[in-house]
């Protein structure tokens, strides 16, 4: 909010500009913040990196080493706010949910269960065209 204030007082935000200026400022600044929040929170979390073993933890080298998680892919839940796919992560593999340390949500879709359903998917293929 001070850096708002002080972007705001460099400007004449209250004094100087129309309503249509301080709209354009004001999606200007809505860009910059959410551009910062971005660069934070991808710092943050590469500070954080979940312990091996530990949902969220890379199973790219290596397994999951908890038999109640799986490898494969979280794409983020609808309305989480977050846009990046994560790859190659160890999460639970009966709720199929990983939370990472910000707290944004995402569905998690194990590689084995990947796999079959691409062979389903090809059987079904295969059938409806014979």
Known sequence: MKNTEAA??????????????RAAFDAGRADEIASLESTLAAAWL????????SPGSS???N????????????TP????YVTATLTDICADSTTLLYTDGLGREYNHVCAAQKILSIGAAALAA???LA
């Not at 397994?63 to 979280?74: K, R």
């Open 8 to 21: 705001r007082g460099a400007t004449n935000y209250y004094s100087g500009m129309t309503a249509a200026e």
């Open 46 to 53: 590469s500070s954080n990196a979940p312990a091996a073993g």
């Open 59 to 61: 199973c790219g080298a």
């Open 63 to 74: 397994a999951c080493t908890d038999t109640a998680h799986c490898c494969g892919e979280s």
């Open 77 to 80: 839940k609808t309305g989480a």
């Open 126 to 128: 295969f059938y409806a």
